[in-house]
């Protein structure tokens, strides 16, 4: 049976959590991303659309990209937490492949 394109991503995540490689929480991922820490912010589908509109803002604001990814129960799920609306990867390689798992069509 073939894994599929969200199961790569919930993978992909879980081994970022256990490299030590992604902030999960909005206060985490703030502070990810005013330090610059931050590559790429991950935001839940599911997100509440005010806490959508204050990390799209910040992300403009220090120059750093943000995609849609899962909801936010398999978002935390994958991070070891419950419910989860957004984190950051800190490291280019996980944020580059999951770029490339999110293009990828089904």
């Known amino acids: 049976m073939a894994i599929t394109r ?12 256990k490299a030590g490689r992604i902030v999960s929480g909005a206060f985490a991922v703030e502070q990810a991303v005013k330090k610059k820490q931050a590559v790429l912010v991950l935001l839940a589908g599911d997100a509440a659309e005010e806490s959508k509109k ?12 943000y995609v849609y990814c899962l909801d936010r129960e398999t978002l ?20 580059k492949k999951l770029r490339q798992l999110m293009e990828e069509t089904l």
């Open 76 to 95: 935390g799920a994958c991070l070891g937490k419950e419910f989860r609306a957004v984190a950051a990867l800190t490291d280019d390689g996980f944020a």
């Open 6 to 17: 969200t199961q790569r991503i919930v993978n992909l995540l879980s081994m970022a959590q």
């Open 54 to 65: 204050n990390f799209i803002a910040l992300t403009d604001k220090f120059a750093i990209s």
